[in-house]
């Protein structure tokens, strides 16, 4: 598509469900980052892939959160066990080139916001 | 570590008036400087980046943006704000290629636009 696409857009929860958020970045994009937002805060990252690698998980808050690309174009951010603090807008971007190069800029989407309660 | 400050949280300014937003970092090299933009329910939009070359950056919208290596600034500024310029303002820093590619982002402003 001609975008980053998030599904769901909202998403309630209730405290201890699992969710899983789905991400569709740009075809052809190699690089895929999801980032996350807490209200009234900048984004912060949680971990990006090349392609179906995860290269860098280093910020997921903890490991409820898992996130997986198995073929390399759709990516999705899961988390177990959902708690309070888990709820943020959860954003994913893409970019054409390896290695994070950030020289064309990255792609966001519109990010599904989770609200846990 | 890495790190940017973005000093003013909020902002208001008339239409038509002049406009800077403020963005400080910390990084041990030379970094890859960004100002995105995002409004209500929207993802991020780059306004612009910093690689190296001409301190003085042009972008999309009218803005442009001024890297200060002796103040660590990379400070965001537009001659005239229009009304639909009101949305949140994000400056990130990035690591040169062939790293991860993650950004660090500010903890944003949110620019008001008085009629």
Known sequence: GAGVSQSPRYKVAKRGQDVALRCDPISGHVSLFWY?????????????????????????????????????????????????????????????????????????GSGTRLTVV | AQSVTQPDIHITVSEGASLELRCNYSYGATPYLFWYVQSPGQGLQLLLKYFSGDTLVQGIKGFEAEFKRSQSSFNLRKPSVHWSDAAEYFCAVGAPPGNTGKLIFGQGTTLQVKP
Request: proline share 7%.
């Open chain 1, 36 to 108: 996350q937002q807490a209200l009234g805060q900048g984004p912060e990252f949680l971990t990006y892939f090349q392609n179906e690698a995860q290269l860098d998980k280093s910020g997921l808050p903890s490991d409820r959160f898992f996130a997986e690309r198995p073929e390399g174009s759709v990516s999705t951010l899961k988390i177990q066990r959902t708690q309070q603090e888990d709820s943020a807008v959860y954003l994913c971007a893409s970019s054409p080139l390896t290695g994070g190069d950030p020289l064309y800029g990255y792609t966001f």
